[in-house]
């Protein structure tokens, strides 16, 4: 008993030690409301969009400035950069058709315009504009696949029994975070493993070096409206998770990693968004 005691205490202390390491939040001040924010790879730019994943918006950081790019209702969410921070990618649909219909646009900030892409929507977020695999859900199978896009090749990643979604190929394409029910799992981009349990959550992104994987876990009392939602980041290799924040007043949400150690997020009970620096 005592045993289990020391070990329990070792664990907290070592979540109170590295939650110490993210600095306290800096508020990125804007007139209106945001949510989901993803970072572009050089942060010089954020990808916003509103309740209800309603709009495309692009923030600079650099003059604050919120530039409306889509309207839309619905299609605030799977937009992904370029890995040259220049272009970023979107889907749009108009009022009469389903999101099943969706079609991908690319944003290019240079030219304050976008322009239709022949890209299956299903492949955002994974498309990083010269990606050569992405992954995906199979909306029939709900299983994870991978897509060679120059040979159009495809193969499933989940071999596993269950439902699987939200999948997020590592930076060095070898590795896949996935999500089983609460459950947050990592596959070999191969298909060739059965996965390894990571911990609890929703995770949003790798690490810069693929070691961490950044997220959140929402609590709800009625199981529809959110009370609480707290940052985590977990470490694949030794399946640990890190509790970052804990707040009684703010709900974090969406975390989005650039640069080195950066991260984006938003506090959804006021719709602000915040920067903060992680030291891993």
Do not use: C
């Not at 650039?258 to 959804?268: A, L, M, P």
């Amino acid at each position: 008993m005592k045993t289990k005691f020391l070990l329990v205490a070792t664990l907290f202390l070592g979540i109170a030690l590295q939650a110490q390491e993210f600095s306290k939040p800096k508020e990125i001040k804007l007139k209106d409301s945001f949510t989901n924010p993803v970072a572009s790879p050089d942060g010089k730019y954020v990808l916003l969009t509103k309740e209800h994943n309603s709009g495309v918006y692009l923030l600079d950081m650099t003059t604050k400035k919120v530039t409306p790019v889509a309207p839309e209702e619905g299609i605030g969410y799977g937009y992904t950069w370029n890995s040259d921070s220049k272009t970023f990618y979107f889907k749009t649909k108009s009022e009469k058709e389903y999101f099943s219909d969706a079609k991908v646009k690319a944003y290019t900030i240079g030219q304050k315009k976008s322009k239709d892409l022949d890209l299956n929507h299903n492949f955002l977020p994974a498309y990083k504009g010269k990606t050569e695999i992405v992954v995906h859900t199979n909306p029939s199978t709900l299983k994870i696949e991978a897509t060679d896009l120059r040979t159009s090749k495809t193969w499933i990643v989940t071999n596993d029994e269950g439902q699987f979604y939200n999948a997020i190929l590592s930076n060095n394409g070898t590795k896949v975070a996935v999500h089983k029910g609460a459950d947050i799992w990592v596959y070999d981009i191969n298909g060739t493993d059965k996965g390894k349990y990571v911990g609890t959550g929703l995770v949003t992104g790798w690490s810069k070096d693929d070691r961490y994987l950044i997220g959140f876990l929402d609590e709800s009392h009625d199981g529809h409206s959110v009370d609480n939602s707290e940052l985590l980041l977990f470490d694949v290799e030794n399946s640990r998770t890190v509790k970052l924040t804990s707040t009684e007043n703010q709900i974090e949400m969406f975390p989005s990693l650039y640069g080195n150690n950066q991260v984006f997020f938003t506090d959804e009970k006021t719709g602000k968004l915040y920067v903060s620096t992680l030291k891993f």
